[in-house]
């Protein structure tokens, strides 16, 4: 409401980003165990996620494996290349 009447009456969906934030460190925090929980444990993540993308995005689903692959890659670079190094104490 305090938003609103700031904006002279006119009520706008980014009046609401700022409730927001408290919630997207948590989701993030949340977000980050589950994705680190899965990658510790196995790697049948990568093979559910794909097939969920294939099954539920069937217009795109030839794209779909390249697609998770460039998006795979330089995470999996990045935490062998930086993360390593930080949890381990090495430079």
Do not use: C, W
Request: charged share 15%; no cysteine.
């Amino acid at each position: 409401m305090k938003g609103t009447r700031k904006n002279s009456g006119i009520r706008e969906p980014g009046i609401r980003m700022p409730a927001m934030i408290p919630y997207v460190p948590a989701i993030s925090i949340i977000g980050n165990l589950i994705a680190a929980s899965g990658y510790q444990s196995s790697s049948f993540l990568l093979a559910i996620t794909s097939t969920y993308a294939a099954d539920s995005y069937k217009p795109v689903a030839g794209s779909t494996p390249m697609s998770i692959t460039v998006n795979k890659n330089p995470r999996g670079y990045g935490f062998s290349k930086f993360i390593t190094h930080l949890v381990g104490g090495r430079e």
